[in-house]
Every structure is written in structure tokens, then in C-alpha cells.
């Protein structure tokens, strides 16, 4: 019932960039949203999140370099990713806290593997 189809993901070369989409289906309403990230052998982390009212929070590791948006009217959430590093190489996630039938839950995307070479 609940969905969070990502996107975006793929390799490139140090320096480079891409573009992170996740779409939220399901019939809830959501709060805030955020993409985190796992590499393997390490505990996933926060990259960044976003209020509904457009409040933005990042990992210092990002600051400068990532850019974190929503769509409201799509359910969407964007994270540009610029001038990427190698230790940036993860499986990345989109969050989003929502409410569905009167309470709220966290609901996690399938994930997407961004590679950075060096």
C-alpha cells in the first residue's frame, strides 16, 4: 500500500555529479522527508532531511556540495549531488515520516547505489 520508488543512482567519476528522486505513493500525508545512506560495513547516517515548511537540515560531510528539495504537489524528494567523492560511495535511502490511518510511521525506500571512482 505504501511506496517510495527511487532513483538516480549509477557511477561516476570523482568530481562529477547526480541526481537522487524519490516519489511517495500510498494515500498518507507527508511530514518531513530525508536521504540517508549506508556503506557497507558502516551504520547508516543522516545526509539530510526537509521540513514540509521547506526547513533544510545536512550532514556537515555535505554541506556545500549536496542540495536537498521537495515537490509537495508530487510527493517527491530530490537530492542533487554535487562535486561527489569517493567516500561518498553508499546505498542511499529516502525517508519519509508520514500519517496514515491517524498515526505516524517512517517508511524507507528500496535504496540506490551510488558509486563514486576515484
Known amino acids: 500500500q505504501v511506496q517510495l520508488v527511487e532513483s538516480g543512482g549509477g557511477l561516476v567519476q570523482a568530481g562529477g555529479s547526480l541526481r537522487l528522486s524519490c516519489a511517495a505513493s500510498?494515500?498518507?500525508?507527508?511530514?518531513?522527508m530525508g536521504w540517508y545512506r549506508q556503506a557497507p560495513g558502516k551504520q547508516r547516517e543522516l545526509v539530510a532531511r526537509?521540513?514540509?515548511?521547506?526547513?533544510?537540515d545536512y550532514a556537515d560531510f555535505v554541506k556545500g556540495r549536496f542540495t536537498i528539495s521537495r515537490d509537495n504537489a508530487k510527493n517527491a524528494l530530490y537530492l542533487q549531488m554535487n562535486s561527489l567523492k569517493p567516500e561518498d560511495t553508499a546505498v542511499y535511502y529516502c525517508?519519509?515520516?508520514?500519517?496514515?490511518?491517524?498515526?505516524?510511521?517512517?517508511?524507507w525506500g528500496q535504496g540506490t547505489q551510488v558509486t563514486v571512482s576515484s
Open positions: 525517508n519519509v515520516n508520514a500519517r496514515l490511518g491517524g498515526a505516524n510511521y517512517n517508511y
Open positions: 500510498g494515500g498518507f500525508s507527508i511530514n518531513h
Open positions: 526537509i521540513t514540509s515548511g521547506g526547513i533544510t
